[in-house]
């Protein structure tokens, strides 16, 4: 078997980590839609910016997703141009969450102030310690293919944990304190965090310089 495996021919193997990578996207995916469906609802029944925020993130993520699927289709799976395209595409929903959150949160700070979520509670608690298994599957396919745009996909999944934590502590201040700021202050930190990440994908910072 071992004698088999290093016959692999390097097409075959790059063939095999496309494959990889299509699954972990379609499979993130999945969860993001009902990640998106919970979060959002909850969010607004509990008027919580850092909730819907989350809710919002992980449509984004499944975006990153979509595109991923879309630069690893057949005729662009060796294609440099595709390769950059997908990771500015990538950058781009970075910054279109940063800044919906980020204004959100400022607005949160002077209107209605946010009330107990426990359905929020518990989501967060299940995605933090989830989120970054399915990072470090797509970073490690990402750095294997050489794809920056694959790693900058799978660092959304990081700020989705990111995310989480600081959801979390808002809703559990929010909850137990009744520190309603906690909510739309996590908000803040999670907008800055996505503008990081996206600065750093659109100059390709998120793999090697190698596509």
């Known amino acids: 078997m071992a004698a088999a495996i290093e016959t692999l021919a390097p097409a075959?193997?790059?063939?095999?980590?496309?494959?990889?990578?299509?699954?972990?996207?379609?499979?993130?995916?999945?969860?993001?839609f009902v990640e998106f469906a919970i979060a959002v609802a909850a969010g607004i029944?509990?008027?919580?910016?850092?909730?819907?925020?989350?809710?919002?993130?992980?449509?984004i993520e499944s975006l990153a997703g979509f595109i991923?699927?879309?630069?690893?289709?057949?005729r662009r799976r060796d294609s440099e141009a595709a390769?950059?395209?997908?990771?500015?595409?990538?950058?781009?929903?970075?910054?279109?969450?940063a800044a919906y959150v980020g204004v959100e949160s400022v607005r949160t700070f002077f209107g209605h102030h946010p009330e107990t979520s426990w359905v929020g509670i518990g989501l967060a608690a299940f995605t933090a310690p989830t989120m970054p298994l399915l990072a470090r599957a797509k970073q490690r396919v990402g750095h294997a293919l050489g794809s920056s745009?694959?790693?900058?996909?799978?660092?959304?999944?990081?700020?989705?944990?990111?995310?989480?934590?600081?959801?979390?502590?808002?809703?559990?201040?929010?909850a137990l304190?009744?520190?309603?700021?906690?909510d739309p202050a996590a908000a803040l930190v999670i907008a800055a965090v996505a503008l990081r990440e996206g600065r750093e994908s659109w100059r390709g910072e998120a793999?090697?310089?190698?596509y």
């Open 45 to 59: 029944a509990a008027s919580s910016i850092a909730l819907i925020g989350f809710g919002f993130d992980s449509l």
């Open 149 to 174: 745009a694959t790693v900058g996909e799978a660092e959304q999944n990081m700020v989705c944990a990111y995310l989480s934590v600081a959801l979390l502590v808002g809703l559990g201040l929010n």
């Open 177 to 182: 304190l009744g520190w309603w700021w906690a």
């Open 207 to 210: 793999c090697c310089d190698t």
């Open 68 to 74: 991923i699927v879309w630069r690893f289709a057949v």
């Open 83 to 97: 390769e950059r395209r997908a990771q500015q595409l990538v950058a781009v929903s970075f910054f279109i969450l």
């Open 12 to 32: 075959h193997e790059r063939a095999l980590l496309v494959r990889r990578a299509r699954f972990l996207a379609w499979g993130g995916n999945a969860w993001h």
